[in-house]
C-alpha cells in the first residue's frame, strides 16, 4: 500500500486504512487491515459472522478508536471528513430520531451540514418519496432501512459507508435499494459496504476485500475473487490415508482446504484441473474419483469459516 502522499494534482484516496488493529479483551478484532480505495470505487467487504467487517467500519468513520494504525479519508482525519459532509455512513444499529414524519426528520438533520440536498431529491433518491408523511415509529424494518440510506445521502456526500444494509430487507426492497444506490454511484462517487453475501457483492461491487479473523485473506476485482472461492470440490478414497498425508493433500497445487473423514477425502479447489492430476500423480491408486461444482456461497463459507481440517492450506488464498 501506499503510504508516501499523493502526487501534486492528484485527489486522494477516498478511503486509506494503514495497519489498523483493535482487540476487545480475548479477541483481536481486526488484526492489521491495510486498505486504499480509490474514488469512484464500490468496495464489498465480505465476511462471514465476527471476521471483523463492522470494527473496521467503525474505526473507518472515527466512532472507535483502533489501538494501533492509522485511517485517512480524502486526506483528512474520519472527524474532519465527516464534518465536512464528506462522507454518509448507514450503520447497522443507527436509530432515526422518533415521534416525527420521515420528511420531518430528513428536514432536521439536513439543517445539521454545510451543504445538503434538499429533502425531496433525498426522498426521491432512496425511493422513499412515498414514505414523507409516514412517523417514523411506523416504519417496518426494510421502509426503516432505507430510511437511514435517505439520511446517509443528505450531505451529497462522496464517499458513503454502509454495514450490511440490506440485512432487513426483502428481496423487492432489497432489488429497490440497490437500484438507487446504483443510480448514485453512477456519478463517480465511492461506495464501502459490508455484506455477509457474496452474491450481493458479486452484483454490486467492482471490489471485493474478502476478510477473516480481522485479516483481509483476498482482495480484488470481483470476478478474481469469486475465481478464487467459486470452484469445484474433489471427492475421492484413498486408502490408508494418515493425518500427514491428509495435510500433504491441503499442499497440492489447486487444492484450498482438505477435510478427511475415514478413507474419504473432500478437497475444495480453486483450480481443480491442477489440483486432480497432483491428486493422481500423489495417489495413483485414488478411487472413486468425484469432481462436483461448489455453489460460490458454499465455498465461500468453506474458505472463511474456522472448522478446516488443516488451516495451513487456506494459506494458499492469502495476498
Ligand atoms: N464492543 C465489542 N466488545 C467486545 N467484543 C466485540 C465488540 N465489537 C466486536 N467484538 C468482537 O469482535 C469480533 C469482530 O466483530 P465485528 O462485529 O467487527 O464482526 P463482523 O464481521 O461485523 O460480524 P457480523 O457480520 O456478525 O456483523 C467478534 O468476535 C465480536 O464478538
Redesign the pocket.
Known sequence: MTRNPPPPGASPPSVQLAGLRKR??G?Q?VDGVDLVVAPGEVVALL?P???????TIDMLLGLTRPDSGEVQLFGRSPRQACTAGLVGAMLQNGGLLPEITVGKMLAAVRALYPRALPTREVLARAGVADLADTRTDRLSGGQRQRVRFALALLPDPDLIVLD?PTAAMDVTSRRAFWASMRAWAAGGRTVLF?T?YLEEADAFADRIVL?RRGRVIADGPATEVKALVGGRTIRATLRGLDAAGLAGLGRLPGVARVEGRGDAVTLTCPDSDAALRALLAAHPAAEDIEVVGAGLEDAFVALTTDDATDPSARQEITR
Not at 459472522?49 to 470494527?55: D, P, Q, V
Open positions: 476487545y479483551g479477541v478484532a465476511g459472522n465476527g471476521a471483523g467487517k463492522s470494527t450490511e459490508a455477509h476478510l
